[in-house]
């Protein structure tokens, strides 16, 4: 957990402001229900839950850089 606010208003927060409008979100969660895994996906780049392996942690970086120069070069 979060101190101040949850990981969900976080992600909110970032994509609203312009300044943080190209930084790549990588959520990493042990606690995500189905009504908000969906939500939250519509706006991040990748999303791990606990406990995951090393091999998925690099894949999906890997995968999130990929989209990414596929979207500056596209």
Do not use: H, Y
């Not at 957990?1 to 992600?11: D, F, K, R, S, T």
């Not at 970032?14 to 409008?21: E, F, G, M, S």
């Not at 990588?26 to 090393?54: A, C, R, Y």
């Amino acid at each position: 957990m979060m101190p101040v606010m949850n990981g969900m208003e976080l992600v909110r927060r970032l994509r609203q402001d312009p300044a943080a409008a190209a930084v790549r979100i990588l959520v990493v969660s042990g606690n995500v229900d189905s009504t908000e895994g969906d939500e939250i996906l519509e706006m991040v780049d990748g999303m791990l839950s606990k406990d995951f392996l090393v091999d998925d942690l690099l894949e999906t970086v890997r995968s999130i850089g990929l989209r990414r120069s596929a979207r500056a070069t596209g």
